[in-house]
């Protein structure tokens, strides 16, 4: 037996949601033009401030719902991370695309944040 302490950690599930410039239901695949490109399996990572500690998960489509003929649509994703390590002074959420949230602190995110993207517009050529 060793007296090594194992540090408290906390479960939580974040959503990624918004109107997206371009959808494409069959894959999951969504884009928000100048903003980002999203497709489910991407690494979502939350860091604490001190970047000591990172905990991962896969980005999940919640749903994917066509709103108009130029392709556009609202596009919902989830991440669920099992274990962040708790008494963090904050966290910061990544997509493996370089998308970053706002902080966030712990009990933000045992509540379940949201965050919108929002994209550009769709291209000129639509």
């Not at 371009?22 to 401030?49: F, Q």
């Not at 966290?91 to 993207?117: C, I, M």
């Amino acid at each position: 037996m060793t007296n090594v302490d194992v540090p408290a950690t906390f479960a939580a599930t974040v959503t990624i949601t918004g109107e997206a410039d371009e959808v494409w239901a069959g894959s999951g695949e969504c884009v928000w033009v100048d903003a980002a490109h999203l497709v489910p399996g991407y690494v979502v990572s939350i860091s604490a401030r001190s970047a000591a500690t990172t905990s991962f998960a896969p980005l999940r489509v919640e749903s994917i719902e066509t709103s108009s003929d130029n392709g556009a649509g609202t596009c919902t994703y989830t991440a669920y991370f099992e274990a962040i390590a708790a008494n963090q002074a904050g966290y910061e959420l990544w997509v493996s695309n370089n998308v970053r949230q706002q902080s966030f602190t712990a009990d933000h995110l045992k509540s379940g944040p949201t965050y919108r993207l929002e994209g550009a517009g769709p291209p000129p050529d639509r």
